[in-house]
């Protein structure tokens, strides 16, 4: 697809893959499957046009790495699967400068708390 739209990158965040339609779904680039439910779901009835022995064979090493945390990438441009597993990062800080400070403020007043302000 060329013109004005071109190069525009979107990030969709779902619980339940099913939820996009299959057109959008076709045009993913990179998927990452949290979990084989995710992954059985996202590609039922052939909507992605991953076969159904592909779906079946990773999701069965979804669920024996599910303890692992060990996710599944899926590079639709190459059509490539790899299962990564994403560091903590402890130290992280969103870049929205508000939400940031907003962040610290949060923390502050919880390092300052006593246990007893958080009895219900």
Aim: with cysteine; net charge positive.
């Amino acid at each position: 697809m060329q013109g004005r739209h071109m190069g525009i990158t979107i990030l969709f965040s779902v619980q339940n893959g099913n939820s996009l339609i299959p057109a959008i779904r076709q045009q993913a680039h990179f998927i990452i499957y949290l979990d084989q439910q995710a992954f059985v779901g996202f590609n039922k009835n052939n909507a992605t046009g991953i076969s159904a022995q592909t779906v079946k064979k990773h999701a069965e090493n979804l669920l024996t790495l599910k303890k692992n945390y060990v996710k599944l990438l899926h590079d639709r441009i190459n059509d490539t699967y790899h299962y990564v597993k994403a560091e903590l990062l402890y130290d992280y800080m969103f870049n929205c400068g508000s939400l940031r400070r907003f962040c610290q403020q949060v923390s502050k007043v919880c390092d300052e708390a006593s246990e007893e302000d958080f009895v219900v």
